[in-house]
């Protein structure tokens, strides 16, 4: 990874809006996520609308040159809502999307705002039906009389046109802001978490939902600890995960108990005394939990690290990386300015030995799991031009010795915040959320996940 | 250079003092920090919980460890609290855990004629207010669905009751989404000031001009309190750091909200059209205000 020649990552650069140099809000890209092939990749925005891209199948005249993303569909997923008992309006921001595995010819994936869960089909049409009796090409009624012979309809190509339609509308099951969602390995089920409980679904099934979780207090005054993220494991139906904002991962079986506010495992790291500042609570608070694709593993990522759990270990981490420690001295001052609530996504790759996530100034970073290397590069216009190879960047602490091109720790720009990314579920592409644009990169060299 | 007979100072003592002053400093910017935040987060129509939890938390803390360090410079911390923020925090109330002292938590912040005399008293209790108004910050949170024996909002819970036992026995099966719609008020109202609705159930003035007297004593915390909660309920979870009439125009603006949900919100007072009630409320709201005031120059 990182200096690396047989595994430098290529640049595929796909503009979200190429064109804009300003940001408009209601762009900024909110959630990534690619389908359980790969083949198909979902953005969510700020204002509600959904875009998938499809990557372009090889072509045979150029075996080395990857297949390329680009738009399939684009749909108004959420729209703000007004609650009239509250006075409050409903965010249509996308929070989370989901993709259900694909049993037909269509695709469906799950999107959530902070309140309403959808399901979507996107389905493709290239045939239509011609040679109507009773009406023309046009679709105008013919008068009858003009119908000599009858026909039989038949199915002609069309241009394609992929159509994309709401199944679902899974609402009114959450108080709070709703985190997360995840399908669950029997696809018939699927969770959706909020601050404080986490709700089980039937695909099928609208109206209503089974509580299992909900750790709100009988007395609100005595809330110390909202839920974060909740996922289920790959594998094992049963099993779920879900993160709180005090730094555990509590494991629950849903076996055991129609309610799981007992855990089945209680993951938590025990403070370093020597370490504590005001701040320790709030950088401990986990951001994104991710169970491995084998599901021995859990992912997490709270301010400043990233942690890689075994299962079978309950009272520390595995491995834990400094994704930005030198931001360990400025806390107060990014407590200052909120970046400390800032929420970092994390990914792993498709066979479990790397993993990556986001930071500031449109830095990401990738920490590989065997060598123990790592590699920080940046997804902006400027560094980085189409089919250029990206640059390892450093950031160096104030006064440390400093090289040509590094980074120093003052002057990142703490507005340009990688929070959302994705790794494709077998290849080495990935996908970068840098507010209003989506980056992706490919690994051109070794496409195949080794 | 130490003169013969002269003490000597043990070096880590030394150390401690400078560590402990820039510990003390750092304490209070990241209270009053944590303080503007929290009031901030409050006036935005729907904060974020997880924010508003963890920014709860860190305050809680701050306040634990300066009351953990006695040896800190009073002086700092007193300059710092620009109004004695709660008449409960008494001397001789002890430390108690937050959630014990819910139910006591009020943030009449009223001052006292000898504010000045009783500071000296007030300086350790300037933690323990803290405390309070943190307790009372987080008693906002879902106030409908508490259970405490706070007389202005019985009548309050007794209606939420019913949400509350919906809410138990969705638990074990299926969840209806009508009872979720009921819950959604009462639960989301986290940060919002339900207490504007404590203002209006006890606009009684003759009973608070009795009461300044009350408010003078500095012994009997209980009772006292008790008495207080009862014609001054808990005006607003705004610090201790802000004056009273800035809190209650904070109130006032989520006066037309508020009585648009009345049916359910309020047994006591008759639904209103919304203009209306926004009005009548505004003008009471005033009026209180005014009162306020007075009392607060006198």
């Known amino acids: 990874m990182g200096e690396d020649t047989d595994a430098t990552p290529t640049l595929n650069h796909r503009g979200f809006l190429p064109d804009h140099n300003y940001v408009t809000e209601a762009d900024i890209i909110s959630t990534v996520e690619f389908n359980h092939t790969g083949e198909l990749l979902a953005t969510g925005d700020k204002g509600g609308r959904v875009v998938i891209f499809q990557r372009e199948p090889e072509s045979k005249t150029e075996p080395f040159s990857q297949g390329e993303y680009n738009v399939y569909s684009t749909f108004q997923s959420h729209e703000p809502e007004f609650d009239y008992l509250k006075s409050l309006e409903i965010e249509e921001k996308i929070n989370k999307i989901r993709w259900l595995p694909q049993q037909n010819a269509a695709h469906f994936l799950l999107s959530t705002n902070d309140k309403t869960i959808k399901l979507w089909k996107v389905s493709e049409r290239d045939k239509r039906p011609e040679g109507y009796n009773l009406k023309d090409e046009e679709g105008r009624i013919k008068d009858v009389s003009t119908v000599t012979s009858l026909q039989v309809p038949v199915l002609m190509p069309m241009d394609l046109m992929v159509e994309v339609s709401p199944r679902r509308v899974f609402a009114n099951a959450h108080t709070y802001h709703v985190n997360s969602i995840s399908v669950n390995s029997d696809y018939e089920t699927y969770m959706s978490a909020d601050d404080l409980r986490i709700n089980l679904w039937h695909l099928d099934i609208t109206d209503r939902s089974f509580n ?163 590699v920080t590069l940046e997804a902006s216009r400027e560094s980085s031009k189409p089919r250029a190879v990206l640059k390892p960047r450093r950031v160096c602490a104030a006064g440390g010795k400093r090289r040509k091109d590094d980074i120093s720790v003052d002057s990142l720009d703490f507005t340009k915040k990688i929070l959302h990314t994705a790794w494709h579920p077998n290849e080495n592409i990935i996908a970068i959320a840098a507010t209003n644009n989506l980056y992706i990169f490919q690994d051109k060299l070794n496409s195949e996940m080794h | 250079m130490i003169m ?66 006695p040896s800190v410079d009073w002086e700092v911390s007193q300059s710092h609290y620009s109004s004695p923020s709660s008449l409960l925090a008494l001397s ?91 819950e959604c008020r009462a639960g989301s109202s986290y940060l919002t000031d339900l207490t504007v609705e404590d203002l209006f159930q006890d606009i009684d003035t003759s009973l608070l001009e009795k009461d300044m007297c009350v408010l003078g004593l500095r012994g009997g915390a209980s009772v006292a309190s008790d008495e207080l909660l009862r014609y001054l309920p808990p005006l607003s979870s705004v610090s201790a750091s802000q004056p009273f009439p800035f809190s209650l125009n904070q109130n006032f603006k989520c006066l037309p909200s508020f009585s648009s949900f009345s049916p359910s919100s309020s047994s006591s007072s008759p639904p209103l059209s919304p203009p209306f009630s926004a009005q009548n409320h505004v003008k009471e709201g005033f009026e209180l205000e005014h009162l306020m005031e007075i009392l607060v120059e006198s």
């Open chain 1, 212 to 374: 299992i979780v909900d750790i709100k207090p009988a007395n609100m005054e005595d809330l110390t600890e909202v839920i974060t993220a909740a996922e289920f494991h790959p594998h094992h139906c049963n099993l779920f995960v879900y993160s709180s904002s005090k730094g555990t991962l509590r494991l629950c079986d849903m076996r055991e108990a129609a309610l799981c506010d007992k855990h089945s495992k209680l993951f938590e790291e025990p403070e370093d005394p020597s370490a504590r500042s005001f701040f320790s609570e709030i950088i401990s608070s986990v951001s994104d939990v991710k169970f491995s694709h084998s599901g021995r593993y859990l992912l997490t990522r709270d301010y400043l690290t990233a942690k890689v759990w075994d299962l079978n270990m309950e009272s520390k981490p595995l491995e834990t990386y400094q994704v930005h420690d030198y931001l360990r001295s400025k806390l107060c001052s990014l407590y200052e300015n909120d970046c400390i609530f800032d929420k970092f996504e994390c990914a792993w790759n498709g066979s479990d030995s790397v993993i990556m996530t986001g930071a500031y100034n449109n830095f990401f970073r990738m920490f590989d799991r065997n060598t123990k290397r790592d």
């Open chain 2, 4 to 69: 013969k007979g002269q003490k000597r100072k043990l070096p880590p003592e030394d150390m401690e003092d400078r560590s402990s002053h820039f510990w003390e400093s750092q304490r209070q910017f990241v209270f009053s920090v944590s303080l503007n935040k929290y009031q901030r987060s409050q006036e935005l129509p729907e904060p974020s919980l997880r924010r508003s939890v963890l920014i709860a938390n860190t305050l809680r803390q701050v306040s634990l460890e300066a009351s953990r360090a």
């Open chain 2, 92 to 182: 001789s109330v002890p430390l108690v855990p937050l959630s014990n002292m819910s139910n006591c938590a009020t943030n009449v912040h009223l001052p006292v004629k000898d504010e000045d005399e009783d500071w000296g008293s007030m300086s350790m209790d300037s933690d323990f207010s803290l405390s309070a108004s943190i307790s009372s910050i987080l008693t906002a949170l879902d106030s409908t669905m508490d259970a405490g024996p706070r007389t202005p909002l019985r009548s309050l819970e007794n209606l939420s009751a019913p949400f509350e036992g919906g809410v138990a026995g969705m638990r074990r099966g299926v969840g209806e989404c009508g009872d979720q719609q009921g």
